[in-house]
């Protein structure tokens, strides 16, 4: 039986945000350079956490807030209820969800067009956190300690022009953002997405969605 050498053999992880980058539109209804791919993100992150899925809670019953921090950046808080066990840390470099986690498609496609992302999750007095590239690891995560004694999910981002464009910009009138999927029944609940613009520094950019 042939004998065979594994010590040049080289492991490349695979890239899960290649699907997303070609093309954006498949995600967020348009492409690269397009001047709506901005808007569109927004609405599709919005609509996400206004209508969470199914095993995260019922629709209108999260409370979040998703602020714009820069022309290209974002931070989307939500108070995720999870039951979670202490972390066992380090988790290896190549789990990209390892906190971000799969549930919510739009911050992970959101993820995946950004140059740098910082995911933090946190619950019963106990956090952990991590940056990365697109969806790939910087490094280990972290522990730290929340503010917060509950539990939720926060997620920054800047998003990368090489994959969103140079001329992505997030749009200044927030409140022509829409959040509601055309699908939905449910009455609005205890739940809403509040919007916040940090680059006018105005109460006015303040937008309630129920």
Known sequence: MAEHSYENITIELPDFGAPVR???RMFFGADRGDQNLAAHLLSAIGK?????PASV???HALQARLEVTGDRGTTVTVNQPHAWERPRLPVPRGWATALLGDEWW??????????EVTVER????QGARQRLAGLRPLADIEEFRPSDCGSGLRVS???DPAHVGTDFLFPMDLAELNLHDPDCS?????GHVLIRDHRSGLAAGDVLHR
């Open 48 to 52: 996400d956490l206004l209508h969470p």
């Open 106 to 115: 739009s911050l992970c496609a959101a993820a995946a067009l950004s140059a």
């Open 57 to 59: 809670a019922s629709a």
């Open 22 to 24: 070609r093309p954006p």
């Open 157 to 159: 981002a800047t998003l």
């Open 122 to 125: 946190w619950c019963g007095g």
């Open 186 to 190: 449910v009455s609005p609940g205890t």
